[in-house]
Structures are given as structure tokens and as C-alpha cells.
């Protein structure tokens, strides 16, 4: 049963071991540039905490999620800022878990009304991912990523 695991000085290396396939590098940062950026926050109308998991399966790391809140923010409270599943693991189904728990924790918090997540327009893969767990694409391009969301309350 998979699981997901806070990142901590125990399991980082691990994470950042993990890769997408050559074809989907474009599609996603690093797990250590996010795991630093987590360290910082984010600053986009307001600052964002940054929250960087592991996702496991039989002890196994087979993927990484990171998500943002900003209970200030005009729009999203919360923001899915990564997600990925390592090229050994990938079509077995870690993505949409990764997803299913980050939503949620979304819907468990009454603060949350909406939540975003950007994603290169030619992933084709995440937009169906995404569109089938009920986010919508808002027509905005945010850093030349498609935006869509999912509305909560």
C-alpha cells in the first residue's frame, strides 16, 4: 500500500535519486531543486510554505509531491507544486495516489477553497490526470504552464 512520508535528513538522498523518463525532463524540476525551494517558500501574491513528501511503496521511495499554501492568496489557498513518479514506477497508479492525498488534505482544511496546479501544455499525461480528478483549466498561462483548478468548496 503505498504511503507518503514528509522529506527529513533521513530520506532527502533517496529523493533526489528519483527521475522521470529523458522525454519528460522538461516537464519537471528536480527533486533537490524543489526540496531547496521548499526550505525557502515561494512569493507570488504572498508567501507560500512549501510542503515536499516522499511517496513510498514497500519502504521503496517511487515518487516525490510537494504542495504550497497561502491562506492570504486571491485566488488558490492551495497549490500543487510538484509531482512526480520515478521512470521505474511510473503507469502503476503513484501519480493519481500522490494526487488523491494532496486533495485530500485540501478538502480537510475549511480554509481551502481552491486549489491550482500548473503544467507544461504538451504533457498531455498530467492534463488527463488532472482533468479526470476534477481541475479545470482556467486559460491562464502562469511561467508557460497551462493553470487549471479544482474548486472545493
Known amino acids: 500500500m503505498p504511503e507518503i512520508r514528509p522529506v527529513t535528513k533521513d530520506n532527502w538522498q533517496q529523493l533526489i535519486r528519483l527521475q522521470v523518463r529523458e522525454d519528460q525532463k522538461s516537464f519537471v524540476v ?21 510542503f515536499p513528501f516522499g511517496i513510498y ?13 497561502n ?4 485566488k488558490q489557498q492551495a497549490f500543487i507544486q510538484r509531482l512526480m513518479v520515478d521512470e521505474k514506477s511510473q503507469g502503476r497508479g503513484y501519480g493519481r495516489f500522490g494526487m488523491e492525498i494532496m ?9 481551502i477553497l481552491e486549489a491550482g496546479i500548473s503544467y507544461e501544455p504538451q504533457n498531455e499525461g498530467a492534463r488527463k490526470l488532472y482533468a479526470s480528478l476534477g481541475f479545470v483549466e482556467t486559460g491562464e498561462v502562469m511561467e508557460g504552464e497551462s493553470v487549471a483548478v479544482l474548486r472545493l468548496r
Open 103 to 111: 486533495i485530500e488534505i485540501f478538502r480537510d482544511d475549511e480554509r
Open 30 to 50: 528536480s527533486n533537490l531543486y524543489s526540496i531547496a525551494h521548499a526550505q525557502f517558500g515561494d512569493e507570488y501574491e504572498g508567501h507560500w510554505d512549501l
Open 57 to 69: 511503496d514497500d519502504n521503496q521511495p517511487v515518487g516525490f509531491l510537494m504542495y504550497g499554501l
Open 71 to 74: 491562506f492570504n492568496h486571491s
